[in-house]
C-alpha cells in the first residue's frame, strides 16, 4: 500500500470492469492506477468515463504488470474466460493479489495451473462470485447449515432463461470457451455447494447443447455462435449427495424450475433466479411435525443488488488488509470448474465420467 492507500490495476475495461471502477471509486483506500485493455483507446475511453486521473493505460496485462513504478497490490481480472488464466498466473507470479472474475476459466487444467501460482506466490486469489454476498443467498445458507433439514442427499438446481444469449465475447468459443454452462452454471452451483460446504465432486453425466443459439431463425447471431446454449447433469457428490443440474441461456420454457434441496428432515425450495444477481423471491420449507405436513414461508430480505458488486471487491481487499483468507477460495471454486469440465468431457463422449482433481 502507497500512503495507506491500495494501488490497483483492472485488466480487461470492458462490460463487467464498470462494475469493478464503480466499487473502487466509493472506497477512500483504493487508487486505481492502471487499466489494461487489448483494444486500442478502450482502456482511456473507460479512464476518461470513470474519473480515475491516476490511472496509466496499457495495451496489455504484461505491459501493466511489468510497469513497477505502479506498486500494484492487487488487480480486478476483468477479461473474458480464455484470457483468466494468462493474466492472473502472470499478476500472481510478480506478487499481484488477484480478484478474477467468474468463471474461474474453461478448463480444469488452467484452474489447477491457477492455484499453484496462488500458492507458490502466498498471494490472495479470489473468484468474483458476488452472490454470495447478497441478503437471500446467506440467509439460505444458514438455512441449510442449521441443520434444520438434517442430512441433505438430493438438490435440483438450475435456472436461465426462455431468451436470453449474452451476445458480445460470450457467444465465441475462442473468447468464451463455454457458454451458459459456464457463465450462469457456474452460480447456480456455487449457491448450491457452497450451503452444503463444497463436497467434492465424484462423477458426472452431463449433457450440452447449441440448438437456439446456431439456429439463424431463433438467434440473430448464430453465425458467431460457437458455444454452449443449454447444459444439463447429473452429479456424485462426496457424502452421497446427489445433485442434479441444468441450465439455459435459451430454452423453449420460460424455466427449468425451482431449486430444490432435500434432507431427511426437511426440504427447502429456492424460487428459480436469476443467477447472477444472488437475490429471489420467498423460499419455503417443507417439514412434517407431529404427523403434520407443514410449510413455512421464509420472506425474501431486502436484496442490495449493487451492494454485492461493491463487497465481493471491498471483501477481496479487506482480506489482503488483514492477512486473511480469499473470501471466495480457489480450494471451492475448483470444485467448480471440475464439474464444468466433467459435464465437457461427458458430453463429448457420450457417458458418465469420474472427476479428478490432482494434489497442488
Ligand atoms: N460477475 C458478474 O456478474 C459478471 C457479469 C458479466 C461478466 N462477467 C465475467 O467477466 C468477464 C468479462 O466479461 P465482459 O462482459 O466484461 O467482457 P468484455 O468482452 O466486455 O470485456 C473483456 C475485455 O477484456 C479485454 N482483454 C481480454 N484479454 C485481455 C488481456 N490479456 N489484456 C488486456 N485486455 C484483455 C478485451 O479486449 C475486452 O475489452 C467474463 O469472464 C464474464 O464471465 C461477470
Redesign the pocket.
Known amino acids: 500500500m502507497k500512503n495507506g492507500k491500495f494501488q490497483v490495476g483492472i485488466?480487461?475495461?470492458?462490460?463487467?470492469?464498470?462494475?469493478h471502477a464503480e466499487a473502487y471509486n466509493k472506497m477512500e483506500d483504493v487508487e486505481v492506477v492502471g487499466l489494461?485493455?487489448?483494444?486500442e483507446g478502450?482502456a482511456d475511453r473507460f479512464k476518461e468515463r470513470y474519473g480515475l486521473s491516476l490511472a496509466k493505460t496499457?495495451?496489455?496485462?504484461?505491459e501493466m504488470l511489468d510497469d513497477d513504478s505502479l506498486e500494484l497490490d492487487a488487480v480486478s481480472v476483468?477479461?473474458?474466460?480464455r484470457?483468466?488464466a494468462?493474466?492472473t498466473i502472470y499478476a500472481l507470479k510478480k506478487g499481484v493479489n488477484v480478484l478474477l472474475?467468474?468463471?474461474m476459466c474453461v478448463t480444469l487444467e488452467e484452474g489447477i495451473a491457477m492455484m499453484k501460482a496462488e500458492k507458490e506466490s502466498g498471494k490472495i486469489l479470489s473468484i468474483?462470485?458476488?452472490p454470495r454476498f447478497d441478503p437471500s443467498m446467506k440467509l439460505m445458507k444458514e438455512i441449510v447449515r442449521s441443520g434444520e433439514l438434517g442430512e441433505i442427499y438430493y438438490i435440483q438446481t438450475g435456472g436461465g432463461r426462455r431468451r436470453g444469449i449474452?451476445g458480445?465475447?460470450?457467444i465465441e468459443d475462442k473468447?468464451?470457451g463455454l457458454g451458459a454452462l459456464?457463465?450462469i452454471g457456474c452460480y447456480s452451483l456455487d449457491m448450491c455447494l457452497d450451503a452444503i460446504g463444497y463436497p467434492k465432486p465424484l462423477t458426472v453425466s452431463g449433457f450440452k447443447s447449441d440448438y437456439i443459439g446456431t439456429n439463424p431463425k431463433q438467434y440473430n447471431e448464430a453465425n458467431r455462435f460457437s458455444v454452449d446454449d443449454f447444459a444439463a447433469a447429473f452429479i456424485r457428490l462426496e457424502g452421497g449427495v446427489i445433485l442434479d443440474f441444468r441450465i439455459a441461456w435459451a430454452m423453449n420454457v420460460d424455466t427449468p424450475g425451482d431449486t430444490i434441496i432435500l434432507g431427511k428432515e426437511g426440504g427447502l425450495r429456492i424460487p428459480s433466479t436469476d443467477c447472477?444477481?444472488g437475490g429471489f423471491g420467498d423460499m419455503k420449507i417443507y417439514k412434517t411435525i407431529a404427523g403434520q405436513n407443514v410449510e413455512t414461508v421464509i420472506p425474501a430480505p431486502n436484496a442490495g443488488f449493487n451492494d454485492c458488486?461493491y463487497l465481493?471487491c471491498r471483501k477481496f481487499l479487506d482480506a489482503i488488509k488483514n492477512g486473511g483468507k480469499a473470501p471466495v477460495p480457489t480450494s471451492q471454486i475448483i470444485y467448480n470448474q471440475a464439474i464444468l469440465d466433467g459435464i465437457v468431457r461427458s458430453a463429448e463422449l457420450g457417458r458418465e465420467v469420474e472427476i479428478e482433481i490432482p494434489e497442488i
Not at 11 to 19: F, H, N, P, R, Y
Open positions: 485488466i480487461g475495461t470492458g462490460w463487467i470492469a464498470e462494475s489494461a485493455d487489448w483494444i478502450k496499457y495495451r496489455s496485462h504484461q476483468c477479461t473474458f474466460n484470457q483468466h494468462d493474466p472474475e467468474k468463471p468474483g462470485f458476488q449474452p458480445s465475447t460470450f473468447t468464451a459456464a457463465d447472477w444477481n458488486f465481493k
